[in-house]
């Protein structure tokens, strides 16, 4: 599941679901005409890294939609009436293969760097469940997330609330994301044009 925008395209699903946002060279030169009329060249002084850190800031709120959107699934209570945690085991080729816990896909939902693909300038970000590094753990990723937001569990008949969580999520702010960047993008291009200035 996933949010970026590619070539003008603020909501192309991807993998999982989710919306793809993916900031690549053509993208980033339409903020940059405005600003080039004035001073030729100004592109060359911004880097990959102050392209991430506006587009970082830019996806938030995408983060914070895709959270809002996952009901966790309620907590169980012992014979001394003291509230413990549930856990929902999955099982693969005979034994058992991870406890998924409450609060675990929520908590796996973050934004997520790509490779810089040929013919790109700047690497892709996208908003979705992370699956890699420490939440490689399957006790740790949403690596299951695809199966609740098509509602694959229970032989397909898996009805509950998060079925649709991410499209939920893209549909509420896939354009304030796009403009957000456009927003952001524009006052660090005016900055960097007064002090070229001076």
């Known amino acids: 599941m996933s949010q970026a925008v590619n070539s003008g395209k603020f909501a192309r699903s991807g993998a999982g679901g989710g919306a793809f946002i993916g900031f690549d060279e053509k993208d980033v030169k339409k903020e940059f005409e405005r600003a080039m009329k004035e001073l030729e060249g100004l592109h060359d002084g911004v880097t990959t890294a102050q392209i991430r850190r506006i587009a970082r800031a ?28 549930t856990t929902f085991k999955v099982w693969r080729n005979g034994g058992l293969y991870a406890e998924i816990t409450k609060g675990q896909l929520k908590k796996s939902i973050g934004i997520i760097t790509t490779r810089v693909n040929r013919g790109q300038t700047f690497a892709s970000m996208y908003v979705g469940p992370r699956v890699k590094r420490a939440f490689s753990d399957p ?60």
């Open 58 to 85: 830019s996806l938030k709120p995408m983060v914070e939609a895709y959270r809002s959107n996952i009901t966790d699934f309620p907590s169980s209570s012992d014979s001394k009436r003291k509230t413990k945690r």
């Open 139 to 198: 006790e740790k990723g949403g690596w299951f997330a695809h199966f609740i937001e098509y509602g694959y569990l229970a032989d397909g008949k898996y009805k509950g609330p998060n079925v649709g969580f991410a499209k939920r999520a893209r549909t509420q702010q896939s354009g304030g994301v796009a403009s957000e960047f456009k927003r952001r993008m524009r006052s660090f291009l005016n900055k960097r044009v007064k002090q070229a200035r001076q």
